[in-house]
């Protein structure tokens, strides 16, 4: 029996291998955070469906198939295929028509959560899987057929190196070493393809021993690659200046709210980077605690302030099993030095408070969110009220961006003077709320609470 011999592409299966390494470290680094709510087993199957773009983007040229072809024809094949292997990811030894399933079902309900339901958030999880997958894919394709179809491998290394240094952006773990393997790949593709340019020259033009070249290319390229490689290695070990630390300062707060806009699209969990404290008009629950040893803020307070103070940034008063948030809320701009809470149901009364004055300096707190003890009252900055509710239900402040340090004069609740706000009259009070708040503030979905908290709450209502 003859065994036809598989013909050698014209690039050299090392282009091929080159290639595929680069996804596969691109695919790795990826997968590496778990970004989808930190289960990195959702994620395990991103260096498949890179390899699996890579064999379209190299097939179809080989074949003699055109671009559009080519991509339609793996766009086909990514439709069918990631959908099943995110279900095999999450479901245990399905079959393939119900991991397809589960997967179309989670992304649907994910988009009617967003869509349609006004949901700040969605509790699905596929949906994100299907599309890193398909960027992965997509990616991989793109570049595959870079390099095998339009011999531009420049084009092959920069869409890859984007993605790559995408995701180190946005996680805390320490990827170098995924940086410096597809720099070194990078760079022997570069090399390689540009001794297949050299060699096509040569033959062509019938100059000498067209192997010659490429071997010259190839052992000179090697040194310089590696004496590159371990040049950058000793200045990011060695070197301390920052020259572009402020280039862009003033920006981060501008992504800050687009973060917040765009957020509820994105998955929570994994190694992600903070980007320091903020609030904003939700609050998703994820189950890994993200800490941050940085100073968020620091303040000013009158001589002679009691410890053990809390601080008010923002009120949330809906609980949607995926997070917190701030329903019902209106806006009330406050010129600058202005009454804050006149008007409002939680204007403060002057017999059960106090007067205090704080200066706050933000350090890494990248919100525009007031903060401040007690109740707010007065701020030397033009703000944003908000308010929930008919009777307006004090949720927070808004400053301006980039607003820098500012002063409030707050009202403190006299809980250390005698017969103000004791025990006993915290025991004698009413129990009878503006039925406004417990509309507010006890609306959560059905069977969220135990049995006990659910009589409370029953109490409360009543």
């Given at each position: 029996?003859?065994?036809?011999?598989?013909?050698?592409?014209?690039?050299?299966?090392?282009?091929?291998?080159?290639?595929?390494?680069?996804?596969?470290?691109?695919?790795?680094?990826?997968?590496?955070?778990?970004?989808?709510?930190?289960?990195?087993?959702?994620?395990?199957?991103?260096?498949?469906?890179?390899?699996?773009?890579?064999?379209?983007?190299?097939?179809?040229?080989?074949?003699?198939?055109?671009?559009?072809?080519?991509?339609?024809?793996?766009?086909?094949?990514?439709?069918?295929?990631?959908?099943?292997?995110?279900?095999?990811?999450?479901?245990?030894?399905?079959?393939?028509?119900?991991?397809?399933?589960?997967?179309?079902?989670?992304?649907?309900?994910?988009?009617?959560?967003?869509?349609?339901?006004?949901?700040?958030?969605?509790?699905?999880?596929?949906?994100?899987?299907?599309?890193?997958?398909?960027?992965?894919?997509?990616?991989?394709?793109?570049?595959?057929?870079?390099?095998?179809?339009?011999?531009?491998?420049?084009?092959?290394?920069?869409?890859?190196?984007?993605?790559?240094?995408?995701?180190?952006?946005?996680?805390?773990?320490?990827?170098?070493?995924?940086?410096?393997?597809?720099?070194?790949?990078?760079?022997?593709?570069?090399?390689?393809?540009?001794?297949?340019?050299?060699?096509?020259?040569?033959?062509?033009?019938?100059?000498?021993?067209?192997?010659?070249?490429?071997?010259?290319?190839?052992?000179?390229?090697?040194?310089?690659?590696?004496?590159?490689?371990?040049?950058?290695?000793?200045?990011?070990?060695?070197?301390?200046?920052?020259?572009?630390?402020?280039?862009?300062?003033?920006?981060?707060?501008q992504l800050i709210d687009l973060g917040e806009t765009i957020g509820r699209f994105l998955p929570v969990g994994g190694d992600a980077k903070g980007t320091g404290v903020s609030f904003g008009s939700a609050a998703r629950i994820s189950g890994k605690w993200f800490s941050d040893e940085n100073t968020a803020f620091s303040a000013t307070l009158p001589p002679g302030t009691r410890k053990g103070l809390y601080w008010r940034a923002v009120t949330f008063n809906a609980f949607n099993l995926s997070g917190w948030e701030k329903t019902n809320g209106r806006d009330v701009p406050v010129e600058a030095?202005?009454?804050?809470?006149?008007?409002?149901?939680?204007?403060?009364?002057?017999?059960?408070?106090?007067?205090?004055?704080?200066?706050?300096?933000?350090?890494?707190?990248?919100?525009?969110?007031?903060?401040?003890?007690?109740?707010?009252?007065?701020?030397?900055?033009?703000?944003?009220?908000?308010?929930?509710?008919?009777?307006?239900?004090?949720?927070?402040?808004?400053?301006?961006?980039?607003?820098?340090?500012?002063?409030?004069?707050?009202?403190?609740?006299?809980?250390?003077?005698?017969?103000?706000?004791?025990?006993?009259?915290?025991?004698?009070?009413?129990?009878?709320?503006?039925?406004?708040?417990?509309?507010?503030?006890?609306?959560?979905?059905?069977?969220?609470?135990?049995?006990?908290?659910?009589?409370?709450?029953?109490?409360?209502?009543?």
């Open positions: 029996m003859i065994v036809p011999r598989i013909r050698r592409p014209e690039e050299g299966w090392l282009t091929l291998a080159l290639v595929a390494l680069l996804i596969a470290v691109v695919a790795s680094a990826v997968d590496d955070p778990a970004w989808v709510n930190g289960r990195g087993k959702l994620t395990d199957g991103l260096v498949l469906f890179g390899m699996l773009g890579v064999a379209v983007g190299f097939i179809g040229p080989k074949v003699g198939w055109s671009r559009w072809t080519t991509h339609i024809v793996g766009a086909l094949f990514a439709g069918l295929l990631i959908p099943i292997v995110a279900g095999w990811a999450w479901l245990p030894n399905p079959s393939i028509g119900t991991a397809f399933y589960a997967t179309a079902s989670h992304s649907v309900e994910a988009y009617l959560d967003l869509a349609w339901r006004s949901r700040p958030f969605t509790t699905q999880e596929l949906h994100y899987v299907l599309v890193l997958g398909i960027v992965m894919w997509g990616t991989a394709q793109f570049a595959s057929y870079a390099v095998f179809g339009h011999r531009r491998p420049l084009n092959a290394v920069i869409m890859t190196g984007v993605v790559l240094l995408a995701n180190m952006s946005m996680t805390v773990r320490d990827e170098l070493p995924y940086l410096i393997l597809f720099t070194a790949g990078s760079l022997f593709l570069l090399i390689q393809m540009h001794a297949f340019d050299e060699r096509a020259t040569w033959i062509r033009r019938r100059i000498g021993d067209p192997s010659t070249i490429s071997s010259l290319y190839l052992r000179g390229g090697t040194v310089f690659i590696v004496a590159a490689l371990v040049g950058s290695l000793v200045l990011t070990t060695r070197a301390a200046s920052s020259p572009l630390a402020g280039a862009w300062d003033g920006v981060h707060d030095g202005a009454p804050m809470l006149v008007g409002t149901a939680e204007n403060p009364q002057t017999v059960l408070t106090k007067p205090l004055k704080v200066i706050v300096h933000p350090e890494d707190f990248r919100g525009n969110e007031l903060l401040t003890l007690g109740a707010p009252t007065v701020v030397d900055h033009p703000s944003t009220v908000k308010v929930a509710g008919v009777q307006g239900w004090f949720t927070g402040v808004d400053l301006p961006f980039g607003s820098g340090d500012y002063t409030v004069d707050a009202r403190l609740l006299r809980l250390d003077e005698t017969d103000v706000i004791s025990g006993n009259r915290l025991i004698a009070a009413t129990e009878v709320y503006p039925k406004e708040i417990t509309e507010l503030y006890t609306d959560v979905p059905p069977d969220t609470l135990g049995v006990d908290a659910e009589l409370l709450l029953e109490q409360v209502k009543r």
